[in-house]
C-alpha cells in the first residue's frame, strides 16, 4: 500500500505517513493540506533553461513558499540540486538528488522510487525530526566533487548547509534573501553561525569564474548578486 503523504500548501512541506494537526515545518493548520495525489493534480513542475545544461525547476500555479530546485545535466549523469514539493511524472529523471539544506526536501521520497534517483545530504542536516521521515542514501561530511559538480559545505543557515558550483554556475539556495537592491542573510537560523557561514561563502568564490547564481526565488547575474553580497549583508533575525 502506497504510503499516506500530505503536502502543506503554505509552504510546499511533503508530510509522509500520517496527517499531523500541523505543517511541522511552517505550522500552518491541516485544512491548507493537500493529498499528494491531489497536490500532483494540480500543479506541475515547470522547467526553465538557465545555461546550455542548467535549467530551474518551480511547481507552477506557485506552491506556498517552494523553493526553486536546479536540474543539472553533466556528460554522464543528471543531478537536481534540491527538489520539487510537487511530485510532476513529467519531470525528466535524475541519477542523483543533492540537497543544499533540509528545509525543502519536497517530494523527493517521490522522486526517488520514481527516478531510482540516489539522494543525497549533508549529515547533519538528516538529523533534525522534519528530516527523518525522508530517505536519504548518501550523508556527506566532507567537500565532494563528481561530474563537474563540487559540493561544498559552509554550515551556517543550517549546520549542514551545503552551495554548489558547476561550470559558472553557483547555487545558493536561501542562504540570503535579495529585497530590490540590497541582501539581507537569511533570518531563519542562527545569526552568528550564518555570518561565519557567508564568511566561508566568500572565501569560497576567490578565484572563479562565476556568472550566473541560482537561488531559491531568483536567478541572477553574478556581478550583480556579487555586488550585494559583498557588501556584508544585514541580519534581519533573531
Ligand atoms: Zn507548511
Ligand atoms: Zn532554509
Not at 95 to 122: K, M, W
Request: glycine share 8%; charged share 25%; proline share 6%.
Amino acid at each position: 500500500m502506497p504510503v499516506e503523504q500530505y503536502v502543506c500548501t503554505v509552504c510546499g512541506f511533503n508530510i509522509i505517513g500520517g496527517l499531523p494537526e500541523r505543517c511541522p515545518f511552517c505550522g500552518a493548520s491541516k485544512k491548507t493540506f493537500l493529498t499528494s495525489e491531489q497536490c500532483s493534480a494540480r500543479y506541475e513542475v515547470q522547467e526553465t533553461p538557465v545555461t546550455k545544461r542548467v535549467s530551474r525547476l518551480n511547481s507552477t500555479p506557485a506552491l506556498g513558499f517552494e523553493h526553486a530546485a536546479y536540474r543539472i545535466e553533466t556528460i554522464g549523469k543528471v543531478f537536481m540540486i534540491d527538489c520539487p514539493s510537487c511530485f510532476d511524472k513529467k519531470v525528466r529523471p535524475a541519477t542523483v538528488i543533492s540537497f543544499t539544506h533540509h528545509h525543502f526536501l519536497g517530494a523527493s521520497n517521490q522522486y526517488r522510487d520514481f527516478f531510482g534517483a540516489e539522494v543525497r545530504i549533508h549529515d547533519l542536516d538528516s538529523k533534525p525530526r522534519i528530516s527523518q521521515a525522508f530517505p536519504f542514501d548518501t550523508r556527506f561530511e566532507k567537500d565532494w566533487v563528481e561530474e563537474g559538480i563540487e559540493a561544498c559545505p559552509v554550515d551556517g543557515h543550517t549546520p549542514g548547509f551545503t552551495i554548489y558550483f558547476f561550470e559558472d554556475c553557483l547555487f545558493i539556495c536561501d542562504y540570503v534573501f535579495v529585497e530590490e537592491t540590497r541582501m539581507v542573510y537569511n533570518p531563519f537560523g542562527p545569526a552568528g553561525d550564518t555570518i561565519e557561514g557567508g564568511n566561508r561563502i566568500l572565501e569560497k568564490l576567490k578565484k572563479r569564474e562565476i556568472r550566473w547564481v541560482c537561488g531559491y526565488n531568483y536567478v541572477l547575474r553574478y556581478s550583480e548578486w556579487y555586488g550585494m553580497f559583498s557588501k556584508v549583508p544585514v541580519y534581519a533575525g533573531h
